[in-house]
């Protein structure tokens, strides 16, 4: 740790200023955040503005991102490239009813560099892009239910979010009021389970219109998923006929070609969104062209009239154009770097210390997870069961540390990130362990 950031004054997880504009907040905003994904403890950190792998808070205090917008910035904050593009684009006017240039562009990109996508659409979220595969999937099979991972996040669309949460092996919706038809349409598989995988594709092939894997969810603990659990989801998809969906809205952060390259998983169609729309909202559905044509008319008539009033905004298109080309495969490779760099040093301080975590993730991701209750072993399985107490403790202490660590997800490097970052990030952890009143399983 350097000795400048251990002089600096303590960060608690928000300021002053976060404070006075929660109470404001709190008067329009329901629970006082307008997306349930905004961490509060108890209050909400607001940012003032970022800059490269910082974020500066209202109250003055810099952080290193490890958040990025929920893995969304991988060049980090205000990446000048993008900046410089858009600003020039902006001026030319941000959205039109009419196409242009860019979005031809971005999508000849993706196209080129990710197998499984011949043709392209753009939407605004990857819950767009996840909503429209799975209409896609139901157009091309005839076919209504959605096979998914348990605790795997999708968004919000009804038959892409029940199923994040699971009772008794049955999916759960996560909103309240949501109709009982839409679970009877819903299987939920155990991550990385052939013999679960198997039996609930083979007695549900009938109906099932698609079977969604995000290859590493990071929400079911971002864990390796093992080679034949893809494999097996490969043949079964093609054997019954079933549409296999990647969503790759967060992973395809995981290589020049993406995460089902990476992985062997051959998808028919690919969503995404997150870094491609280069820090602006973005999403898309790719794949196989025979199922992509579906969203084209014929005689006049959409069979999938996909609309969206700022799909393919020209800002978003030039942002995630500039911001995909300068994501060479030498800057994937210095990002696996900087990744194992943190991973093998957070796995080597916990061995060290011989504490009760374990590290999980890949390329630019990682999770620390608090095994006292999820067992190591359980690493290449969903792991819910960590520890809330010690997981608040971890995160606080980083915030003390000036280092935002997303609780439960993924915790993402960004191209300007340095190796003096990844070593801080290892630092402030060993510190956290070498706190004997910091270890897990003691009361927070
Ligand atoms: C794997 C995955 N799918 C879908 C989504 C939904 O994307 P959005 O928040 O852009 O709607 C997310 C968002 O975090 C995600 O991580």
């Known amino acids: 740790m350097t000795s400048d950031r251990r002089a600096a004054p303590a960060h608690t997880t928000g300021g002053k200023l976060s404070e006075e504009l929660f109470e404001r907040a709190r008067l329009v905003f329901p629970g006082g955040i307008t997306r349930a994904t905004v961490e509060r403890d108890p209050f909400p950190v607001f940012a003032d503005f970022g800059e490269g792998a910082y974020l500066t808070d209202v109250d003055g205090r810099r952080f290193l991102d490890l958040n990025n917008n929920f893995t969304t910035l991988i060049h980090g904050h205000g990446f000048s490239p993008v900046v410089e593009a858009t600003a020039a684009a902006l001026r030319r006017g941000t959205c039109f009813a009419n196409p242009m240039k860019h979005e031809i562009e971005l999508a000849e990109l993706l196209v080129d560099r990710i197998p499984a996508v011949e ?9 767009d892009a996840i909503m429209f595969a799975i209409k896609a999937a139901r157009a091309a099979t005839g076919r209504t239910a959605v096979a998914r991972l348990a605790g795997a996040y999708h968004g919000a669309y009804d038959w892409a979010e029940a199923g994040q949460t699971t009772a008794a092996g049955m999916p759960v919706s996560s909103f309240t009021g949501t109709p009982s038809y839409v679970l009877d349409d819903v299987i939920v598989i155990d991550f990385n389970n052939v013999a679960d995988l198997k039996l609930k594709v083979e007695e549900n092939a009938h109906r099932l219109a698609a079977l969604l894997i995000d290859p590493m969810p990071s929400r079911a603990g971002l864990m390796q998923p093992l080679p034949e659990f893809l494999e097996t989801a490969n043949l079964l998809a093609k054997k019954h006929g079933v549409v296999l969906i ?12 993406g995460a089902s390259h990476r992985y062997g998983l051959e998808p028919d169609l690919i969503t995404m969104g997150k870094i491609i729309g280069g820090g602006f909202p ?3 559905v790719g794949g196989r062209a025979e199922i992509m044509n579906l969203f084209a008319s014929h005689n006049g008539v959409a069979g999938l009239p996909q609309g969206g009033t700022f799909a393919a905004n020209p800002v978003s298109m030039m942002a995630g154009k500039v911001a995909m080309e300068a994501l060479t495969r030498a800057t994937f490779e210095r990002l696996e770097e900087l990744g194992d760099r943190v991973r093998g040093g957070l796995a080597s301080r916990i061995a060290h210390h011989d504490a ?22 359980s690493q290449h399985e969903h792991a819910v069961s960590d520890d809330a107490k010690t997981l608040s403790r971890l995160h606080r202490h980083f915030a003390a540390h000036g280092i935002i660590l997303p609780r439960g997800a993924a915790a993402s490097l960004s191209t300007p990130m340095s190796e003096a970052d990844a070593d801080q990030i290892i630092s402030v952890f060993d510190d956290f362990l070498a706190s004997d009143s910091n270890k897990a399983g003691e009361a927070a």
Do not use: M, Y
């Open 119 to 127: 043709k392209i659409r753009f939407v605004t979220s990857g819950t």
């Open 246 to 257: 990647a969503d790759e809205v967060l992973n395809l952060r995981q290589g020049f070609h």
């Open 282 to 284: 973005i999403g898309a």
């Open 356 to 377: 009760a975590f374990f590290v999980t993730g890949a390329a630019s991701l990682f999770r620390i997870h608090v095994s006292s209750t999820a067992s190591s072993s």
